[in-house]
């Protein structure tokens, strides 16, 4: 499955025309994007993306994993999740995880 591609500000990259992502680098950069949305940010329907400001003033890790591995399970190309961390660095939440999908490993 093909995807555009996005430079580091989420921006579309396009030269001459619109560059696309494929495989292993499409899933990745396709769930940082599920993973960015906020409950409401999606015009067509708000019942997409993650309450992140509710999710984490409960302060309980076991339901900001569960919010975070809903929201991956959402592409249908993703299989199983393996180690998924939390890192916590001055206040910036870093999310990692092993991803088995349709078209193989990958790490996020």
Known sequence: MKTFALDSNNNL????????????EAIKQDIKTLLLMFNGE??????KGIKWYDTFLSN????????????????KRIKNIKNLELI????KITIRA??????GVVNV
């Open 60 to 75: 309980n890790t076991t339901q900001i994993k569960s919010e975070i591995t809903k929201r991956i399970l959402q592409d």
């Open 88 to 91: 916590n660095e001055s206040g």
């Open 13 to 24: 990259i396009v030269t001459d025309r619109f560059n696309t992502k494929n495989g292993l």
């Open 42 to 47: 999606y015009p067509f329907d708000n019942r």
């Open 98 to 103: 092993e991803l088995y999908t349709s078209e």
